[in-house]
C-alpha cells in the first residue's frame, strides 16, 4: 500500500483538514508555504495523468472548500500537482498541493533545461 493510502487509512497520522467519503486534505509534513495542504483522492490514481474527469470534477469542489476552509480563497493561492519523474512527483498517489498565506514567489522552475528533451 503507498504512502498515502496509509495516511487515508489512518495507518500513518497526519494533520487533517478537511475530509468526506471522497477525498482528505491534511498537512503537508515539509510544508513550502504558510499554509501547504494536500488534497488526495481516496480511491488510489497514480497521478494527474490517469484521473477521470468525473473524480477531477469533484476534486476540484474539494480543493475549492479546502482554501475556505483555512480562509485563503480570498487572499488567493497556487494548486500544483506534479506528475512523473520530469514533473518531480514523489509519491505516486495522486495529490495536489494547495499553497498559500503569503505571496508566493513565481520562478522556481528556472533551473530547468528550457531546451526540452521530449
Ligand atoms: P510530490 O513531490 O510527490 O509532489 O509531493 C509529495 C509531498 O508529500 C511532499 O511535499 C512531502 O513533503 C509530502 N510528504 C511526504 N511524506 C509525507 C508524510 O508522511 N506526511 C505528510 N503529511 N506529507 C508527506
Ligand atoms: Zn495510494
Redesign the pocket.
Known amino acids: 500500500m503507498c504512502?498515502f493510502c496509509k495516511?487515508i487509512n489512518k495507518e500513518?497520522p497526519?494533520?487533517i483538514i478537511l475530509e468526506n467519503e471522497k477525498f482528505l486534505a491534511?498537512?503537508?509534513?515539509?510544508p513550502?508555504a504558510p499554509v501547504h495542504i494536500?488534497a488526495v483522492p481516496k480511491v488510489h490514481v497514480d497521478s494527474f495523468a490517469d484521473v477521470s474527469p468525473e473524480l477531477m470534477s469533484d476534486m476540484t469542489s474539494f480543493m475549492q472548500e479546502v482554501a475556505r476552509e483555512v480562509k485563503i480563497e480570498k487572499s488567493g493561492y497556487r494548486v500544483i500537482t506534479?506528475i512523473g519523474d520530469n514533473g518531480?512527483?514523489?509519491?505516486k498517489h495522486l495529490?495536489f498541493?494547495i499553497l498559500g498565506g503569503a505571496k508566493l514567489k513565481w520562478g522556481h522552475f528556472s533551473d530547468a533545461d528550457t531546451q526540452g528533451h521530449f
Open positions: 504512502l495516511i500513518i497526519s494533520n491534511f498537512h503537508d509534513i515539509n513550502k494536500l506534479n518531480g512527483q514523489e509519491v495529490h498541493h
